[in-house]
């Protein structure tokens, strides 16, 4: 029941001459498809969940071309599949969010790239850095230093990224290195169009079977000794191999521009920031023509000593426009010209801001500087005049607010099954004390944001319980572990599972068992509730995922004793449960599975369905919360409880009372939370229970003239 990709999946399905429409990452999709892609696998993460997520929906028509899709159960096992192309002449692409992905995948890619491959391997990675991203800050770029992997970093338009990708597999094919291709948020999101190819089916495919194995090569191993030369050949063949395929297929750009005597290198997808920058200061026209010569690294490892020697010689200055720390390339390129004895200063990080996003203020920040050293003052004017009328903007806004503006952190859908597990826990933790909270990766960090504020740490996708095991021992209290089915499928069970019960510790372990991979998109995960069950739901508004044990056996079948699976939305059974857990005697692992399915998915799959019984007349029942404003005490212990966005306040409509009282407005999906809370936390008795019934029987028509009369009699006008 995810969101249905029918559309892009049409848009794959174009051929030659066709003009594609849209956004960069479904080109990129294409683009696999025009060269001839063999086996295509990931984990989904933004900003390129889109990819893997359309590859999945469409199998039927990849099926017909012969290209295999897998679903990996995480990075690692998605850059494990790219082991195909080290042997064969398969090309293959996987897909992933990076930095973290990357993390994960490393030891794969390390061994990938030490016996290097023979058919393309491309490894699109979304690189999620800056203002919007969801992880950590750090660069992909490392993981190609280290490892000899070719970087692909290209300019964000349309045709461009598909030629890169077609590129980037015979560029691997040439060198026998993996190549990742990297793509900032702004990159995937880009839209445009291109002319398409035709889908090229792979000669050896899933419809076309290989009759043998390769024949048993030792060099193909990542094993000493033969990972000595497999070194000696990154410097000596292949890197140098990519270089000259780099050079003679111009993948670098050279942009020519009429202040010949300095220029900018830039890393390609950077390129629109650098153009629209540029454009501020009269330096670029509408259409992206530079006055500044650029070189445009769409390859950004390895570098091309001499198409950087060709680009800074007799040049008076030239600057690097190169996001995040360190600055890999700035300092790679005063290294290469150095030893050339090339003595053009090289400006870069001395002008722009050392991390962070590079948005176009930035870098545009950084041209002032640059462009009035070398160039005079005078050709900075109109720029500078932009720069100061933002920050002018920017204080105005501000002094007519008052205040900053405050922080809108990302929070829980509304009716999200996770939220009452956090308000039991705030009652657990009234019970037995304060508790360490190894926080992990999913829907469920929003607890670390206010009015939970829950979380001490946290270490990567599935780490939580692996993380407290320092903890723990040193610790009076029991330590609280908090993990997502998606983050339990993903690492949970092996790093943090498995240890505790080897290790025998005494640890809690929470599971949300909401039935999909949420933060990520909603995909299906082996412990999703499948087509079958939610078809056959005899109550299709119930959760469903109860409906798939595989969570509870596997545990089990680890040798878990100590297991509990109680309903998020019960409050009061939760908050029993977790002090039974921090207080009981049982000394090893304890897990409590909190059952609730995602309320997005749940939405989902409930709207055609109430859809299409309005259709047919029939009656349909929406419950709803509010809030009584006469019995309202205003003091909002509810809401601080809840932290439901369509739970509020509004003005007091009592003239004699100043506090605002509480309020539900429309977007309540009706869960129950209010109610539960109310009860479990013995809050006032202000909440009420709706039920708004859309075409209701006769005898309940009958009965609400009955009763508006009687109202109406009762508060006469
Ligand atoms: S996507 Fe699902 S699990 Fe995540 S916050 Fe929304 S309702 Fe909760
Ligand atoms: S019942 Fe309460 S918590 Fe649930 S959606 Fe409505 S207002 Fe939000």
């Known amino acids: 029941m995810e969101k249905s990709f029918r559309s892009e999946i049409e848009l794959l399905r174009l051929g030659e001459g066709d003009v594609f429409h849209g956004e960069g990452i479904l080109a990129i999709t294409k683009a696999l498809l025009q060269s001839g892609v063999a086996y295509v696998g990931g984990y989904q993460g933004a900003p390129v969940s889109h990819l893997i997520d359309v590859m999945v929906q469409a199998e039927d028509y990849l099926d017909q071309l012969g290209v295999h899709v897998e679903a990996c159960s995480n990075e690692a096992s998605a850059a494990a599949m790219l082991g195909a192309s080290i042997h064969y002449p398969l090309r293959g692409a996987v897909t992933w969010k990076s930095i973290v992905g990357t993390n994960v995948a490393a030891d794969a890619l390390s061994n990938l790239s030490s016996p290097g491959v023979t058919g393309g391997a491309l490894i699109i990675v979304g690189e999620d850095y800056g203002e919007g991203a969801s992880v950590i800050q750090e660069r992909t ?14 300019r964000p338009e349309l045709a461009h990224m598909v030629r890169m990708v077609e590129q980037g597999f015979r560029l691997s094919e040439a060198s026998s290195m993996p190549a990742l291709l990297e793509l900032r948020i702004r990159a995937c999101h880009v839209r445009g169009s291109f002319v398409c190819k035709d889908n090229v089916a792979p000669a050896v495919s899933t419809r076309h079977l290989m009759e043998e194995p390769a024949k048993f090569d030792y060099t193909k191993l990542a094993h000493p000794p033969v990972t000595f030369r497999h070194e000696k050949l990154k410097g000596e063949l292949r890197i140098p191999a990519a270089r000259r395929f780099i050079a003679e297929q111009a993948l670098n750009e050279f942009l020519p521009g009429r202040h010949s005597e300095v220029g900018i290198i830039v890393q390609g997808g950077l390129y629109n920031a650098l153009v629209r920058a540029l454009q501020q200061f009269g330096l670029a026209d509408a259409f992206g023509e530079s006055a500044i010569p650029l070189y445009v690294l769409n390859v950004t490892y390895p570098l091309v000593p001499d198409e950087l020697v060709k680009f800074c010689a007799g040049k008076r200055a030239v600057l690097v426009v190169e996001e995040g720390q360190p600055e890999y390339i700035e300092q790679e390129i005063h290294a290469i010209l150095r030893r050339l004895d090339l003595q053009t200063p090289v400006h870069g990080k001395d002008m722009l801001a050392a991390a962070g996003e590079y948005t ?57 099954p996770e939220r009452p597990v956090f308000a039991a826990l705030k009652l657990s933790q009234a019970d037995v004390g304060a508790t360490h909270i190894a ?35 040193m610790m009076k209290r029991r330590v609280l572990s908090i993990m997502g089915d998606g983050g339990f499928w993903h690492n949970g069970l092996l790093t943090g599972v498995q240890s505790a019960l080897f290790n025998g510790d005494d640890a809690v372990l929470l599971i949300f068992k909401n039935g999909y991979t949420s933060a990520t998109g909603t995909q299906e995960l082996i412990s999703t509730p499948d087509e079958e069950v939610r078809e056959a739901a005899h109550d299709k508004q119930q959760s469903l995922v109860h409906r798939n044990l595989t969570i509870e056996k596997t545990l089990s079948g680890l040798g878990v004793q100590w297991m509990r699976t109680v309903h998020t939305y019960h409050v009061d059974k939760m908050r029993r449960t977790l002090d ?11 897990v409590i599975i909190a059952e609730g399915e995602c309320q997005l998915e749940r939405q989902r799959r409930i709207r055609p369905w109430i859809a299409s019984l309005l259709k047919a007349g029939k009656r349909v029942v929406r419950v709803k919360y509010g809030v009584d404003d006469d019995v309202c005490t205003g003091d909002h212990a509810c809401i601080r409880l809840s932290g439901c966005p369509t739970l509020t306040l509004k003005d007091n409509p009592d003239p004699l009372r100043v506090d605002p009282v509480a309020t539900v407005i429309d977007g309540c999906v009706g869960c129950g939370l209010c109610g539960e809370n109310a009860h479990a936390a013995t809050l006032c008795p202000s909440f009420y229970r709706a039920e708004v019934i859309r075409n209701p029987r006769p005898h309940e028509r009958v009965l609400d003239g009955l009763r508006a009369r009687i109202v109406r009699w009762l508060q006469p006008a």
């Open 141 to 154: 770029h490392a993981y190609a230093l280290k490892s000899s992997m070719l970087l692909l970093d290209p």
């Open 360 to 416: 176009v203020e930035l870098v545009a920040s950084g041209i002032d500087k640059f462009v009035g050293k070398h160039l005079g003052e005078g050709v900075v004017a109109q720029g500078r005049q932009w720069l100061e009328g933002n920050a002018r903007r920017r204080e105005s806004v501000a002094k007519a607010s008052g205040a900053p503006l405050p922080a809108r952190p990302p929070q829980f859908c509304v009716g999200c």
């Open 439 to 473: 926080a992990d990766i999913g829907c469920h960090s929003f607890a670390t944001f206010e009015p939970f504020s829950f979380g001490h740490s946290i270490l990567g996708y599935g780490m939580s319980l692996a993380s407290r095991a320092g903890v723990s021992p």
């Open 580 to 590: 039974e857990a921090f207080t009981t005697d049982f000394a090893g692992l304890k």
